[in-house]
């Protein structure tokens, strides 16, 4: 079985400044690692992901992530942000192999004020 | 485009009045799943299917069911719709080993 957990639920910042939002994921094989961001009103779209190779990940909107298996970890972070990341950020893993089941977290809303 | 569409996105009902939502994809996945979202708990899992004919229930199934009979298509159906399933739910498809895509999501009421 897998699961994920986020450490925070809501994380507030100021624009420009930069914020980690974490994740701890648990597998007993080894696993693929995903975050995607949801907008107010819309769906969810992949902001990036690690299948394998290089654990530092740039996905879109200047953010990255780094694959820590040692601490079972995935943080996502961005130097700088800005009110328009504000989003609700869901991270999520799947196991690898023939296991399609994809499972999430609770979900961070971080909230960028002027 | 790759797309999943999911339809209505909008939908108010009355407790007991069985409801279809419809979900198809264009990118020949064979692992498609329903999930709803409700505040604090996250995406969870209804049902997936693992390919046509081939479905199983997730982490919240109770009453709910699917079908899959052709590749494209997965609709989740609520026989006697209750207001504890008011959420918003969403529909994704997934190749193996690749990230999943997500509908727009269905926003559904039951009073």
């Known amino acids: 079985a897998q699961s994920v957990t986020q450490l925070d639920s809501q994380v507030p910042v100021f624009e420009e400044a930069p914020v980690e939002l974490r994740c701890n994921y648990s597998?007993?094989?080894?696993?693929?690692l995903f975050w995607y961001v949801q907008y107010p009103n819309q769906g969810l779209q992949l902001l990036l992901k690690?299948?394998?190779?290089?654990?530092l990940v740039k996905g879109i909107n200047g953010f990255e992530a780094e694959f820590n298996k040692s601490q079972t970890s995935f943080h996502l972070r961005k130097p700088s942000v800005h009110i328009s990341d504000t989003a609700e950020y869901f991270c999520?893993?799947?196991?690898?192999?023939?296991?399609?089941?994809?499972?999430f977290g609770k979900g961070t809303l971080l909230t960028v004020n002027p | 485009e790759a797309q999943v569409t999911q339809n209505p996105r909008y939908l108010i009902t009355v407790t007991g009045k069985k409801l279809t939502v419809t979900c198809s994809q264009n990118?020949?996945?064979?692992?498609m799943s329903w999930y709803r979202q409700d505040p604090g708990l996250g995406l969870r899992q209804i049902y997936y299917?693992?390919?046509?004919?081939?479905?199983d229930k997730g982490d919240v199934p109770e009453g709910y069911k699917v079908s899959r009979k052709e590749k494209r298509n997965f609709p989740l159906i609520l026989e006697s719709p209750s207001p504890n399933q008011t959420s918003l739910y969403f529909c994704?498809?997934?190749?193996?080993?690749?990230?999943?895509?997500f509908g727009q999501g269905t926003r559904l009421t039951v009073v």
């Open positions: 994704a498809s997934r190749g193996l080993n690749t990230e999943a895509f």
């Open positions: 597998s007993s094989v080894s696993v693929y």
């Open positions: 690690y299948l394998s190779g290089s654990t």
């Open positions: 999520a893993v799947s196991a690898w192999g023939s296991n399609y089941k994809l499972t």
């Open positions: 990118m020949n996945h064979e692992y």
């Open positions: 299917s693992m390919n046509v004919e081939v479905t």
